[in-house]
T-cell receptor, first 116, second 114 residues
Framework: GNSVTQMEGPVTLSEEAFLTINCTYT??????LFWYVQYPGEGLQLLLK?????DKGSNKGFEATYRKETTSFHLEKGSVQVSDSAVYFC???????????????FGGGTRLMVKP | EAQVTQNPRYLITVTGKKLTVTCSQN?????MSWYRQDPGLGLRQIYY???????DKGDVPEGYKVSRKEKRNFPLILESPSPNQTSLYFC?????????????FGPGTRLTVT
């Protein structure tokens, strides 16, 4: 079946540091890939997405590139801020044609803490 | 405003007392889903629905029921709650195109079962 693996946290960084959160996946066919963010006390919200190989999703200074050859979708940001402190979830959505069962899979989440 | 609403937001109850958490979306989405979030375990899917009258088990369905009689509503039912169902619950919805698109999440329901 489909699966998503994220690096375990927490990840603790100083403000303005470079961020990478690794995400790799296993899936049949060509899934869509997502990063969601959960700020303290809130629900998840979409951060960025990519729907095909080599697509780059970007939002709020965050980027992730859909790498089919390495089955990865790593999240990066060049300079983190205290306000980026949150839990980040990688997720995949398999295509209807590729999957007869549940098409949606989330990673375990990675907590990011940014210190001033 | 496009949104997913859940009620109640907070609930403290006792073992065995049936409860329902409501979920409603106003975006005409086909796909709806329930998750629970527990420390160290991430987000786990309980049940999902691809459309009206179509529901299916997720990863942790034991002890839960759902129904999808209308497109906008997807209530989560705990017939006989137990303390191990103490958790933070999220409802979500999305369109289905060639795959399940971006999920819109509700604000969460924090349930405590004593």
């Amino acid at each position: 079946g489909n699966s998503v693996t994220q690096m375990e946290g927490p990840v603790t960084l100083s403000e303005e540091a470079f961020l990478t959160i690794n995400c790799t996946y296993t899936a049949t066919g060509y899934p869509s890939l997502f990063w969601y963010v959960q700020y303290p006390g809130e629900g998840l919200q979409l951060l960025l997405k990519a729907t095909k190989a080599d697509d780059k999703g970007s939002n709020k200074g965050f980027e992730a590139t859909y790498r089919k050859e390495t089955t990865s979708f790593h999240l990066e940001k060049g300079s983190v801020q205290v306000s980026d402190s949150a839990v980040y979830f990688c997720a995949l959505s398999a295509r209807l044609l590729d999957n007869a069962g549940n098409m949606l899979t989330f990673g375990g989440g990675t907590r990011l803490m940014v210190k001033p | 405003e496009a949104q997913v609403t859940q009620n109640p937001r907070y609930l403290i109850t006792v073992t065995g007392k049936k409860l329902t958490v409501t979920c409603s979306q106003n975006m005409n989405h086909e796909y709806m889903s329930w998750y629970r979030q527990d420390p160290g375990l991430g987000l786990r899917q309980i049940y999902y629905s691809m459309n009206v009258e179509v529901t299916d088990k997720g990863d942790v369905p034991e002890g839960y029921k759902v129904s999808r009689k209308e497109k906008r509503n997807f209530p989560l039912i705990l017939e006989s709650p137990s303390p191990n169902q103490t958790s933070l619950y999220f409802c979500a919805s999305s369109l289905i195109t060639t795959s399940i698109d971006e999920q819109y999440f509700g604000p969460g329901t924090r349930l405590t079962v004593t």
